[in-house]
T-cell receptor, first 112, second 114 residues
Framework: GENVEQHPSTLSVQEGDSAVIKCTYS??????FPWYKQELGKRPQLIID?????GEKKDQRIAVTLNKTAKHFSLHITETQPEDSAVYFC???????????FGTGTKLQVIP | ETGVTQTPRHLVMGMTNKKSLKCEQH?????MYWYKQSAKKPLELMFV???????ENNSVPSRFSPECPNSSHLFLHLHTLQPEDSALYLC?????????????FGDGTRLSIL
């Protein structure tokens, strides 16, 4: 089955700096990679996703890059703000299955 | 967003009790999921239903019993739980049954086993 590793587990950045979270996956058949943000006491919410036919996707201050050869993908947040503080989860999904495998999460703290 | 609604939000029960968690989605999705979220662990998939049929069961103990009477409702029946079952139980739904669409989560039920 798929295995997703996520690093770092915690990340502190100064407001305005960039944050990068990295994930690796094991099954080369995976071709859908969503990222979720979970604020304290709230539900996980999709913030961005990427499919394997695309190497990079950007949405305002958030971008995701995918390297299928190396089987890793990363979340980039630029100009971080205090409201970006949350736990971020990466995930990988194999087509034809309903199962999504999640990473262990990264707790991001943006210091004002 | 109220697309996926879970009740109750909090539940405290003894190990011999029987209770049920409820999930309802108003998004017209075809697949529904139960996840267990414990501290410092990844989201653990428990059950997947696609078009009301169970398609995945990750060797979950029989004290957890899911039920999906229709595509909008999902239940998790609990019986004789253990203290280690205390966790946040999240329900999610997705549009397709191919695993290529994002999941929409409910707010979860915080379960505490005494």
């Amino acid at each position: 089955g798929e295995n997703v590793e996520q690093h770092p587990s915690t990340l502190s950045v100064q407001e305005g700096d960039s944050a990068v979270i990295k994930c690796t996956y094991s099954d080369s058949a995976s071709n859908y990679f969503p990222w979720y943000k979970q604020e304290l006491g709230k539900r996980p919410q999709l913030i961005i996703d990427i499919r394997s036919n695309v190497g990079e996707k950007k949405d305002q201050r958030i971008a995701v890059t995918l390297n299928k050869t190396a089987k890793h993908f990363s979340l980039h947040i630029t100009e971080t703000q205090p409201e970006d503080s949350a736990v971020y989860f990466c995930a990988a999904s194999i087509p034809g299955y309903q199962k999504v495998t999640f990473g262990t999460g990264t707790k991001l703290q943006v210091i004002p | 967003e109220t697309g996926v609604t879970q009740t109750p939000r909090h539940l405290v029960m003894g190990m011999t009790n029987k209770k049920s968690l409820k999930c309802e989605q108003h998004l017209g999705h075809n697949a529904m999921y139960w996840y267990k979220q414990s501290a410092k662990k990844p989201l653990e998939l428990m059950f997947v239903y696609s078009l009301e049929e169970r398609v995945e069961n990750n060797s979950v103990p029989s004290r957890f019993s899911p039920e999906c009477p229709n595509s909008s409702h999902l239940f998790l029946h609990l019986h004789t739980l253990q203290p280690e079952d205390s966790a946040l139980y999240l329900c999610a739904s997705s549009q397709d049954n191919q695993g290529l669409q994002p999941q929409h989560f409910g707010d979860g039920t915080r379960l505490s086993i005494l």
